[in-house]
């Protein structure tokens, strides 16, 4: 593909940051993402360091992994630090409690702060107008692949900010990433993030209610999907979510349904500022709400919408 403005290959990157002179990189949440994310930065840099809320993770990491444990304060001191936490008022919290430290500690040419949260558009924009006194510009750049795309290093990234600030960045980047799309101005990313996962609850129920129907009828679910995955109707949801999660009953908590109900309100607010009628979103969006609503915060995977869908049909998605 040709490089253009908006998207960015990694067989492009050698000639994308060859101006890059960062030398140290930070990792802020060592979640389920950010932990394996962290672990690519540590071969490619001098000083890589990572800080978790709960300290423990950060030096369980460092002896796994060859990383450096710090405090926050010295955290912020990093040409590019990274951050991939829960929530953007998470991440507002932290860049408060970093902005003396940022004010402290001079630095010859502007920090980025790449922040890999399935965060808030406007609380991009309100890190960029904090930030950017300090000489520290600010991306937000969610990803998606999962834990696996986290752990393989192969994640792809939807990136709103400064074009620049992107390029000096791509050098941390491109440990974790298999895909970099510039999507447009700060909170951009944030956005597609949001609509993004809003598509795939819209498929993933969509699925569960068809697998539903099947087998009301007497169809096995995976016989079901088998030849959905080779027609029309195959989703990344029917592809991976239904057979190793729902139908085989695991359900690994990865992604939490709290997570996702959360993104998909953040598409919706998206919506209303626009007033763009997206009947279907905003369906989906409560029934991921309601469903996510069954269990606390952080205790349940994504695909346990299924069991709430299941409560409605009283049909388990399941082979016989």
């Given at each position: 593909m040709t490089q253009d403005s908006t998207y960015i290959s990694n067989t492009d990157a050698s000639s994308t940051h060859t101006a890059n002179t960062a030398n140290s990189v930070s990792f802020l949440g060592l979640g389920a993402m950010g932990y394996q994310m962290a672990k690519h930065l540590v071969p490619q840099f001098a000083t890589v360091m990572v800080w978790n809320r709960d300290p423990s993770k950060a030096r369980a990491h460092a002896s796994q992994f060859g990383s450096k444990a710090v405090s926050?304060?010295?955290?912020?001191?990093?040409?590019?630090?990274?951050?991939?936490?829960?929530?953007?008022?998470?991440?507002?919290?932290?860049?408060?409690?970093?902005?003396?430290?940022?004010?402290?500690?001079?630095?010859?040419?502007?920090?980025?702060w790449v922040d890999c949260t399935s965060g808030v558009p406007d609380s991009a924009k309100a890190a960029k107008r904090t930030l950017q006194p300090v000489n520290c510009q600010f991306l937000d750049a969610p990803v998606s692949g999962q834990t696996t795309g986290a752990e393989a290093g192969t994640l792809t990234l939807m990136v709103g900010g400064d074009s620049q600030a992107l390029a000096d960045a791509r050098v941390a980047i491109d440990c974790f990433a298999g895909r970099v799309v510039h999507v447009g101005d700060t909170g951009a990313g944030f956005a597609v993030k949001a609509v993004n996962n809003t598509l795939f609850a819209i498929n993933a129920w969509g699925a569960a209610e068809g697998l539903s129907v099947l087998k009301a009828h007497g169809v096995n679910?995976?016989?079901?999907?088998?030849?959905?995955?080779?027609?029309?109707?195959?989703?990344?949801?029917?592809?991976?979510?239904?057979?190793?999660?729902?139908?085989?009953?695991?359900?690994?908590?990865?992604?939490?349904?709290?997570?996702?109900?959360?993104?998909?309100?953040?598409?919706?607010?998206?919506?209303?500022?626009?007033?763009?009628?997206?009947?279907?979103?905003?369906?989906?969006?409560?029934?991921?709400?309601?469903?996510?609503?069954q269990h606390a915060a952080g205790t349940a995977d994504f695909s346990q919408f299924a069991t709430f869908y299941e409560q409605m049909t009283g049909i388990v998605i399941k082979d016989d």
């Open positions: 926050l304060a010295e955290a912020v001191t990093a040409d590019i630090i990274i951050s991939c936490l829960p929530t953007s008022a998470i991440v507002a919290e932290i860049i408060a409690q970093a902005l003396p430290h940022l004010q402290n500690s001079k630095s010859p040419s502007p920090r980025v679910p995976s016989a079901a999907l088998d030849c959905i995955n080779n027609a029309s109707g195959q989703s990344f949801a029917s592809a991976a979510t239904l057979p190793q999660r729902i139908v085989n009953r695991s359900f690994p908590k990865t992604f939490t349904i709290d997570l996702m109900a959360k993104d998909c309100a953040i598409a919706i607010d998206l919506q209303r500022q626009q007033q763009v009628p997206t009947p279907v979103m905003a369906q989906v969006a409560s029934l991921i709400r309601a469903a996510s609503n």
